[in-house]
């Protein structure tokens, strides 16, 4: 059974986030596999490691840098790689048909993906190869089993868990609690060198969505200190706060 | 208790590995050619970066609050250090780069010590007990015949069995020569009976390796007595029998120290043989075949150099952990107000003038430091690989003469530097709850261990003043002075001080690197002329302080040659490059390091001029009052 799992670079989630020009500003920031994805990554080797997968087949749609976040998930122990080459401006959309295009000639039996990416946070692109695909799709799941042709997910569910039975090929996205991504070993991180990795061009799509500009979020206001009497205190807060917060009781 | 690992990057690590040091050379070599290049070496440090922080970190709070324990004869380790010995080692960030088969997959030395350098940092007191397996792998790897080899290296490698360095007894420390330990012949000639109690023994027993594999020194009876009757021996916890079954040795563990910091590292006092059931395997030769003069000091030197350079690495990983966890610690705390701007209100403590004086003499103290260790690293390498026999020499040569700098220098200054780092706290620095206080516990040991720092400081005046009829030393000393040389013309060029710019010439420091050098010619001129006049004690009266002071002349000239290229770059880039801040703090710590702690080279050369003979003339009974 052939595995292939959806990988994005994204930025390291303790990086400073600046902008440039009205653009983020990405020089110096490091970057890493979107978290979400690395637990698609660790659940494809785990699948491998109980015989029911033979292939990890990464693919990863960006600019060349996202390489190494391939390289990192042939570390982990993947198989091999594809890098579709888009411009890092794609959006959800062209992402999901760069994507899917570069999926369909690999035919696999899974695709696995992270269910969100910890920059944009839009949760679309599994969702949406599913839809170009015609695949099912099952998202945030924390288990998969596989047989006889069928996916049984669990996922989270409003107040529990939901089994979801699929035919695959199906798309499914991961929850994190799914299991702990592995950390790669010495040797993981040598063979990823020699690990065959191929370079596609995407192809080319206009973006759905325009973004108008980019903002940071407001910085916090400073707070008030009042250093008074409580009774008094209390009465000065509640002021503030009516008067100059403008806090609304309904 | 609240261990912290706080190396926000692996920046300077990747300048020494990608920038400073020429590394292609040893890329290029047979054993690695086929998997690393310099761009590659992200994909090692950045994942054991994050292997630090997320996964030995925990460990180090572990072992800090779960002290080992001896109870019934066994030891009890902190409940995380097995499982995390078994991974680090399985996943081939230990032993298994002691492997040196053509298709071993293994990290050359300089790489392997900077993913080290973290782990250290992230739990210096559970490092030992991988990085004495290495060591003690290495000498069965060299000295073992192919019968001993196969039956030791492969479970040390996988991290089924550790090692150990057994020579400390109670009535031999700095004295090895002085040990008890006996050895008595056997049937087989190179399986011997062995009888001795030793202490202080780093690892000597643990509950998570199913054997223990011991390199022991002892004397064969009737070899020469001190160290030249010495001989090596490896001795397993439980004997390896023919089939590979394990039984019983006759080792038993005695009890174990409780010790200043280090809580989580056993130091355990051993037994061996008696029950007269103890066996060993002999390295090398049979002293009693070779005049009763033995191999063993001389074999085990080997590992005792690997182990010094670890022990020096060990205390730069301390003092570094301790100053970046300071560094935020000030970036976070407010208290004042500026000295020079009191109306503008309370500010982080970073801001103070005494604030940034102690963060930046930890910064160049680690930084100079850290070059002058990675570059012996280096040496390893060439020495281990090249093919061009003069190179691996001079490699050799160089790695002679400045171990016992590496292993002493971090660790006499370790103390005080860190001292300083909880002082910049201030009071929360002395309270258990902040990482700092556990640091200075656990570093104390490395001045004293692997040979107290007396005893390196009389090795380097002793044997590498003396090496080669002194040849190797001057080689050392002019190498330094062509450095000078070579660069003093184009940093008086160089580019300073523009309009709100920080000053980025080097002029001032390369003339302190030239006095400095003068000035320990004459430091050298003055011993020599003492010993002329047969003040032998004059020697080990100033060797700490020459010791120091060779270690600051040269590990000044290291870090006056990154800032050079850090110069260079940082003209190249311009202040509104990202990166520009890393190289203005290099050329900063390269400043901080020549003006305010080389001078110490040429106050130690005129106290040495100057010959003050108080403390060999105070008579011992004037120390009762
Ligand atoms: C935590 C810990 C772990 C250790 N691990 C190991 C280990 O794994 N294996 C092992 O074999 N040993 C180990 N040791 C032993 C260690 O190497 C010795 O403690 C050290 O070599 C000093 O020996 P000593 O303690 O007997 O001190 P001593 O030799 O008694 O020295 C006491 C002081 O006298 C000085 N001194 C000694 N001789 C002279 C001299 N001739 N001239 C001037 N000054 C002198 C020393 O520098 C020192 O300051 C360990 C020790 C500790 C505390």
Partial sequence: ?250 | MSANFAYLNARDLKFILKEWLPTEEIFAYPQYADYYSKEDLDSVLDPCLKMAKELIEPSNEDGDSHPCQFANGKVITPPTFGPLFHKLQEEGWGTSNIDDSEDAMVLPKVLLSAVWEMFLAANPTFLPYIILTCGAAELIRDFATEEVKEMFLPKMMDGSWSGTMCLTEPSAGSDVGDILSKAYPTDNPRIFRIKGSKMFITGGDNDFTENIVHLYLARIEGAKPGTKGISLFVVPKYWVNEDGSLSDNDVQTTGIEHKLGMYGSVTASLSFGENNGCRGWLLGANSMENDGVGEGMAQMFQMMNGARMETGHSALACIANAYYNARDYCKDRIQGRLITDPKSGRVTIINHEDIKRTLLMGKAHIEAMRAMMYRTYFAFDIKHNDLDPEKRQKASNLIEVTTPLCKAYPSDEAWWLIGEAIQAYGGYGYCEEYPVAQIARDVKIYSIWEGTNFIQSMDLVGRKWMMGKGAVFAEFLQEMRDFCEAHKATVEAAAGGEAGLPDLSLGKEFAILERALESYSQLQMAIGGYMGQKKVGMLPLYARRILTATSQLYAGRCILDQAVLASRKAQELGPDHYDYNFYIGKIMSAKYYLRNVVPNVWAVADIIKDGDCSALDIPIGAFDY
């Fill in chain 1, 1 to 250: 059974m052939k595995v292939l799992v959806c990988v994005k670079q994204t930025f390291d989630t303790e990086a400073k986030i600046e902008l440039k020009d009205g653009k983020i500003n990405d020089a110096g920031i490091n970057l890493i596999i979107n978290p979400y994805d690395e637990v698609a990554v660790e659940g494809a080797i785990q699948l491998k490691e109980k015989g029911i997968a033979t292939e990890v087949v990464i693919v990863s749609a960006g600019a060349d840098k996202a390489m190494d976040a391939i390289r990192t998930a042939l570390a982990m122990g993947a198989d091999r790689g594809i890098l579709v080459k888009q411009d890092s401006a794609a959006d959800e959309y062209a992402r999901a048909v760069a994507l899917a295009d570069a999926i369909k000639k690999e035919n696999p039996d899974l695709i696995l993906a992270g269910h969100v990416a910890a920059d944009d946070g839009s949760s679309q692109v599994p969702t949406r190869i599913a839809e170009i695909l015609g695949l099912p799709h099952v998202n945030v799941i924390t288990s998969i089993e596989i047989a006889g042709g069928k996916a049984t997910c669990t996922s989270e569910a409003d107040g529990g868990t939901a089994v979801t039975e699929v035919s695959i090929p199906a798309v499914i996205s991961s929850q994190v609690s799914w299991n702990e991504p592995r950390y790669p070993s010495m040797k993981g991180i040598m063979q990823a060198k020699k690990k065959p990795v191929a370079t596609v061009d995407a192809i080319a799509v206009e973006n759905k969505v325009k973004v108008l500009e980019f903002a940071l979020p407001a910085g916090k206001t400073a707070g008030i200190k009042i250093e008074e009497d409580p009774d008094v205190a209390a009465a000065q807060m509640a002021d503030w706060m009516k008067n100059t917060v403008k806090v609304e009781v309904k």
